[in-house]
Each structure stands twice: as C-alpha cells, then as structure tokens.
C-alpha cells in the first residue's frame, strides 16, 4: 500500500474516532458555516448578539474628517480651516495672492487656490512642529511626530513652488503663442508689401507695346512696334 493510501487510511480512521468521541468533524466538507443542529435557539440568538458587539464602533456621520489627526494630509477630503487658526488670515492671504497674480482662466484660478493651500498646510506642519519641542530647551518631545510634521511641511512648499512655476510656466508660453500669431500677422503685412513692390518695378522694366503710326497707309490706324517692324522687312525684301 502507497504512503498517500496509508494517509488517507489513517485520517479517516482518526475522523471516525473523533465523531465517536463526541467531536466535531474537521473534515472540509461537513465544516460549513451554518449552525449545527445540536445548538439551541437560544444559544444562536446569544452567538449573533456576540458579534454585533464585536464589529466594533461605528460612525453616525459618514465625513471624512473623522479620521482627521492633523489635518496635514490632502486625501481627509475638502480643504478645511481648523478650529485653532484664524479663518480671516486664510482670506486674507487668498485675497493677496488672487490680487497679486490675478488670474484670468480657469486652469490660473486652479493653480493660485493649490497656492495658497499647500503655503497654509505648510505653515500648519510648521506650527505642529514646534508643539513636539520644548521652547526652553530645545529637545524635541515626540522625534516620531516632529519628523512626520517636518517631512509633510517640505511636501507642502514643493507644492506650493510647483503649483506658482506652472502657473509662470502657462503664461510664458500663452505670451509666446500671442506674440507669434502677431509676428505672423506682421511677417504677412510685409511679404505683401515686397511682392506689391516687385510687381510695380517688373511693370517698369517691362512696358506694354509701343503704338506707332504708319503714314503710307493712314487706313491702317494705330499699329505695334513689332508689328510696324515685320511691314518694314517684308517691304525690304519686297523691294530686293
């Protein structure tokens, strides 16, 4: 007999001993997640009692900001002045700043709110910062939260920088595209002027045909040079 049947052989001889001794089965197939048949009624009703105890607190306002343990990070939601700052100091610098870059378009209004929202979210960490040192001593009480509070402060200035370079960025380039569309326009003008300038000096130098009179045949009218030259040398030799 092979190890593999000699296995199978002696799990199932331990199951049936297990089943005699009073023992659930352990077998996959009778471990299923209903109730046993041996469990009274009331013992189910204390078993789902239990676990609606054990799913743990539960929220009554579904906010993002339940979570919120210093307000430093951008995924808790909808930018928010806490409690402790001074709401008339965030209207004020998003009132220098909008008059200080005035922007006109869309994508500008974007770039002067991330502005002014990572300088605010930078100061914030700053503030945090110096609550984790002892302002007489200068040791830092809490190494873990002042490093955190450092590394948020530097996202939040690049941030700030990045969001101002864009934006400088954008109008270069709409200032580039406007000066080039009037460069063309001019570039236009003039190409338009030169060519009316060398038709004027082709006309010129080349003039239309010269009108002569023939006075032996008045009949004739009014007659062109080359054509006046052609009579003269069928004339000519005429004559020879």
């Not at 299923?32 to 189910?44: D, H, K, L």
């Not at 402060?153 to 920088?161: D, K, L, P, Q, V």
């Not at 270069?172 to 001019?186: I, L, P, V, W, Y």
């Amino acid at each position: 007999m092979s190890s593999r049947k000699i296995r199978r052989a002696a799990e199932h001889a331990a199951r049936k001993q297990a089943r005699k001794a009073g023992f659930p089965s352990s077998d996959p197939s009778t471990a299923s997640g209903s109730p046993s048949p041996n469990t009274s009624e009331a013992q189910r009703t204390a078993n789902r009692a239990n676990a609606q105890h054990s799913t743990g607190p539960r929220c009554t306002v579904n906010s993002s900001q339940n979570r919120t343990v210093h307000g430093l990070a951008r995924h808790n939601g909808p930018f928010l002045v806490l409690e402790y700052e001074d709401q008339a100091d965030f209207d004020k610098l998003k009132a220098d700043l909008f008059d200080e870059y005035r922007p006109v378009t869309a994508t500008e209004c974007i770039l002067v709110n991330t502005m002014i929202e990572s300088h605010w979210l930078a100061n914030r960490a700053s503030f945090l910062s110096l609550n984790c040192t002892d302002l007489k001593t200068g040791l830092i009480d809490d190494p873990q939260k002042f490093s955190l509070y450092l590394r948020y402060e530097t996202t939040h200035r690049r941030a700030f920088h990045k969001a101002m370079n864009d934006l400088l960025k954008l109008r270069k380039e709409m200032r580039k595209a406007e000066n080039g569309f009037e460069a063309q326009k001019d570039t236009t003008a003039s190409t338009e002027t030169e060519n009316e300038i060398k038709n004027q000096a082709t006309a010129a130098q080349n003039p239309g045909p010269e009108f002569h009179f023939d006075p032996h045949n008045p009949e004739s009218g009014v007659i062109d040079g080359p054509e006046l030259f052609q009579q003269e040398e069928e004339a000519n030799q005429a004559a020879a």
